[in-house]
């Protein structure tokens, strides 16, 4: 799959309010470098975008290596919007709930989920998630 390409001054594809540069990109751009998104929340965020941007490789540098599906393939949809309900972090362990919006094939969804994360050597790496009905 072809990446797309994000100008960092945009708005972040995550509805944070900033621009990618200063909230996903910065995380998308600094993985070579070491730089780690601070919190779940902010790995969740940067997956998410990562997921719309057709990051690839982002996205498996940063799934847990016990649950990690060692190769990926993003299917056609269109990201359309996140919203975080809920972020919490204690000592090594983080969780966040979300209701991602999607379109695939024309028609709408919706994705309601609690990930789970996890803190090793200093960097948030996403373990799974459960599906949760629909609101």
């Avoid at 998410?48 to 060692?70: E, K, N, V």
């Avoid at 999607?102 to 969804?109: K, N, V």
Wanted: aromatic content about 10%; glycine content about 12%; some cysteine.
């Amino acid at each position: 799959m072809k990446k797309n390409v994000l100008a960092f001054h945009a708005a972040c594809p995550c509805n944070s309010g900033l621009t990618y540069g200063d909230c996903c990109g910065r995380w998308h751009a600094g993985l070579a470098q070491g730089l780690h998104a601070p919190t779940p929340e902010a790995l969740m965020r940067s997956r998410y975008s990562a997921y719309g941007l057709g990051l690839i490789d982002y996205l498996l540098a940063t799934w847990h290596p016990s649950t990690s599906p060692g190769e990926l393939e993003l299917p056609p949809l269109k990201w359309l919007g996140l919203e975080v309900r809920q972020a919490q972090a204690a000592g090594d362990a983080g969780v966040v709930e979300f209701v991602a919006r999607y379109r695939e094939s024309g028609r709408g969804a919706r994705m309601h989920e609690i990930s789970r994360f996890v803190q090793e050597d200093g960097r948030w790496l996403y373990i799974d998630g459960e599906q949760q009905a629909p609101d």
